[in-house]
């Protein structure tokens, strides 16, 4: 039975197979790779995935959700339709779309995969993606950080000389920096660092509220459908800017015009606190890595954001190197699980590769100076960047008089005071009572390439031993809430594949209506009711020709909006009507 790996985005998720004596990319439904992660609570309460959802987030905003791989790892929910989902919840259907697709090429059931996360993903959100994927109804015992999958396929490409490369993650919602050296069959992480909360959505929103600051509008204050509307259009904004050198946002409302001239230096002046967090972020995988830039041979650019012109050209600035592709950003990640997946399920035709990974934050535990000390502070135990698999063991004393027991109290950051940081568990071992640096207990701490901590601590002086593997239980499920939760979302129903070609027509028709001023609704709501009239019908061939007209005239109307929106003063004749028949 095939594994199959994962790269479940905060913008697209796609997924790959080793197949063939080499990673193949799985097409969807609609026959591309790039699958939205995008999730909408239709009307009949049945779940809609990828493009189909994705066309909702205007015209049904209160229905749908996108960018929750951001909210991995808390407690937040959203409310879709009056239901409420996790982000986990949200992410199980597009891992459980990705995997009907993976079936649906296959040809056979598929109950493993191998999952691609940040490399900056917390032990929590690490283990709310495996979470995720137990509710779509898949095994995935091994976690791959993207940057290591990234240069694990540009490895397997580029096997002639030995390379260290910074590898430049950026997606739609994170970003990733990682060292990387592969040399012989062995491609070894040397640091990592990132930002969870820093991606190309950003740059969307940097430039609505620019946009909405130079008109005298209130962002936050406008109803959620023209938020939505506007961060689309901001977004064909910063896309097309990414071959001319300058763009207009235009909006009209309510006979109002509002507008803003986009050129690429203007959006480094707006960006320029979303460059100062990149600038952090490299430079901190440089300092941990213990490399200077002019030790780097590539810079290896991956994820979909990195096409903007100003990011390669920042790269260039500061590092003074010019970003290589060596391969799609948008599928480079993918490719490289698929080749792992191949890996784990020990494929012959795959040459033996050894791939080393480091622990991207620093765990400890808390401790005190003194008993007059009531803020306790971090010890670190295993330092960020120590390659994994990797065991440390330290000693503790009583802080008190007569003391009786030892909490072990374990948490996960860099910040200096433990409040600060992410506690993950703790346990406690009894000790003799005896003056305070009497007693102690030797804790530690072992920490696996699959993520799993084990932490063992000991007294020698009563031989009390306990052992305990971490598992975060402030925002983990248990095994019982799991299997509950897996049985109630396996009882909703997720809109058919056989079916997404025409629902994503009428979810298009719906968008389009959203967005088109009133001289165009009328013409956007009549092939609606067209496409309707023909799908009632139940005819496949009436389908198929109104669905081909809908979508021409659909194509037309996207044409006509985006160079309104974006280029007012063309004259264009956008429409190329047929008859309805």
């Known amino acids: 039975m095939a594994i199959i790996g994962i790269d479940l985005g905060t913008t697209n998720s796609l997924v790959s197979v080793w197949k063939d004596g080499k990673s193949v990319l799985i097409p969807n439904s609609l026959g591309g790779f790039l699958t939205p992660s995008v999730v909408s609570v239709d009307e009949d309460g049945s779940i809609l995935v990828g493009n189909v959802a994705k066309e909702r987030l205007i015209s049904h905003p209160e229905r749908s959700a996108a960018s929750f791989k951001r909210l991995m790892g808390t407690s937040r929910k959203q409310n879709l339709g009056g239901q409420q989902f996790s982000p986990e919840e949200l992410s199980s259907f597009v891992l459980r779309r990705l995997k009907e697709d993976a079936q649906a090429y296959l040809g056979e059931p598929v109950t493993e995969a191998v999952i691609s996360v940040p490399a900056y993903f917390n032990d929590n959100q690490r283990f709310a993606t495996k979470a995720a994927a137990r509710l779509a109804g898949l095994h995935a015992e091994r976690l791959i950080n993207e940057p290591s999958a990234a240069a694990l396929a540009s490895r397997l490409n580029n096997t002639e000389k030995d390379q260290s490369f910074l590898v430049f993650d950026f997606g739609g919602g994170t970003l990733d920096v990682s060292v990387v050296d592969c040399f012989d069959n062995v491609i070894e992480i040397s640091a990592v660092a990132g930002d969870n909360h820093l991606g190309g959505n950003d740059f969307d929103q940097a430039i609505a509220r620019y946009f909405c600051q130079e008109n005298g509008i209130a962002f936050d204050l406008l109803p959620s459908v023209r938020q939505a509307a506007l961060l689309k259009q901001a977004e064909l904004c910063k896309q097309a800017l990414t071959e001319q050198p300058q763009v207009l946002l235009f909006q009209e409302e ?7 001239l986009l050129t690429r230096e203007l959006l480094v002046r707006i960006a320029a606190p979303l460059f100062q967090r990149m600038n952090k972020v490299i430079a901190r995988a440089l300092s941990d890595s213990g490399r200077s830039i002019r030790e780097i041979d590539e810079v290896l650019l991956v994820g979909g954001s990195c096409r903007m012109p100003v990011v390669r050209a920042y790269l260039s600035h500061i590092l003074g190197i010019e970003p290589a592709e060596l391969g799609s950003p948008d599928t480079i990640v993918a490719q490289g699980v698929g080749v792992y997946a191949g890996i784990k399920a020990q494929d012959g035709e795959i040459r033996d590769i050894m791939m080393t990974d480091v622990c991207p934050f620093t765990l400890g535990i808390a401790s005190y100076n003194d008993e007059k000390d009531t803020r306790p502070h971090m010890s670190p135990m295993i330092e960020r960047n120590s390659v994994l698999p990797t065991s440390v063991e330290h000693s503790f004393y009583t802080l008190s008089d007569n003391q009786k027991a030892i909490t072990v ?4 950051g860099e910040a200096y005071y433990t409040e600060a940081n992410l506690k993950l568990g703790e346990l406690e071992v009894e000790v003799p009572p005896a003056p305070r640096g009497q007693e102690s207990v030797q804790v530690r701490f072992s920490y696996d390439i ?5 932490v063992d601590v000991h007294n020698k002086t009563n031989g ?8 975060g239980e402030n925002t983990r499920l248990s095994e019982k809430e799991l299997q509950k939760r897996l049985s109630e979302l396996q009882k909703l129903k997720i809109h058919p594949m056989d079916r997404e070609e025409n629902r994503l027509v009428v979810a298009r028709g719906e968008r389009l209506f959203s967005e088109a001023g009133s001289e165009l609704r009328e013409r956007v709501g009549a092939y609606l009711a067209y496409f309707q009239r023909a799908l009632d019908s139940q005819s496949p061939s009436l389908i ?4 081909e007209q809908a979508n021409r005239f659909f194509d037309s109307v996207e044409r006509y909006l985006f160079d309104h929106q974006v280029f007012p003063g063309r004259d264009y004749e956008p429409f190329d009507e047929d008859e309805e028949d």
């Open 409 to 412: 109290r374990v948490y996960q």
């Open 544 to 547: 198929h020709h109104a669905r």
């Open 254 to 260: 309510q006979e109002q015009k509002h507008s803003l």
């Open 464 to 471: 009390v031993h306990k052992s305990k593997v971490i598992l």
């Open 450 to 454: 699959n993520g799993i901590l084990e």
